[in-house]
């Protein structure tokens, strides 16, 4: 299969009509857990997107981050959003890739037509490959668009070569237990998830649902999880 073809992995989707700007977003949904910390993060990136800075969400699985970037894509209604992945393919596929992103981005907005890319998993980069991609990731930024990166901390050495990027990191995306709503059990869910959004989440929703021999199980199940 060629690397055009391949690369069809990212979804896109278009700024929000007045029909449906009421449905509510991922962070919306979850409004139980991390609601404040969220909106908060949503609306500082949002102003560094407008501010022509790169936004680079850098943290573990299970975080949020790709809910994350998209919340703050739509927050600036975007009339083109594409969240492109990386995932699999070498620094000259990605660059390739990057190339032809760049393309589109400059196609829509010599169409007066806002851009924004969603790009994740770039895989780790030396120091010469670094430069390449942030040079890239630059231009695309220079020919209008706006550039929400989401990556591992295993690949966050390419954000020593993005100056003046707006990181949000690991710790700004866990859960603390003043945001967690189920009465006398923020602490044992804490506990239990260390944190960690999606497993805070699920505790969340398993409370008060289950008998306590149930609620257990699933803070093990979590535990599990998480625990190295």
């Given amino acids: 299969m060629s690397t055009t073809s391949r690369a069809r992995v990212w979804s ?8 449906d700007s009421d449905c509510p977003t991922p962070v919306q949904r979850g409004m139980r857990v991390g609601c404040l910390s969220r909106t908060f993060l949503e609306s500082a990136a949002a102003g560094s997107l407008l501010e022509g800075r790169i936004v680079a969400i850098c943290a573990d699985p299970g975080m949020g981050k790709s809910a994350l970037a998209v919340n703050i894509a739509v927050t600036l209604s975007y009339d083109r959003t594409e969240k492109i992945s990386l995932l699999g393919y070498d620094i000259d596929a990605c660059l390739g890739l990057l190339g032809r992103l760049e393309r589109r981005v400059s196609s829509s907005i010599s169409k007066g037509r806002k ?6 998993d770039i895989c ?18 220079g020919r209008g668009g706006a550039v929400i990166l989401v990556l591992l901390p295993e690949a966050e050495q390419l954000l020593d070569y993005l100056d003046e990027c707006f990181i949000i990191r690991k710790e700004d995306l866990m859960v603390r237990g003043v945001e967690i709503s189920a009465q006398g059990s923020s602490q044992a869910v804490m506990r239990d998830t260390g944190g960690i959004p999606a497993l805070v989440e699920r505790c969340v929703d398993h409370l008060g649902k289950y008998p306590r021999s149930e609620e257990r199980r699933v803070g093990k199940e979590c535990r599990s999880r998480w625990s190295p």
């Fill in 12 to 19: 896109t989707f278009q700024r929000k009509s007045s029909a």
């Fill in 115 to 120: 851009f924004c890319a969603i790009v994740e």
């Fill in 124 to 141: 780790p980069v030396d120091e010469y490959d670094g430069a390449n991609v942030a040079k890239a990731l630059k231009r695309i930024v």
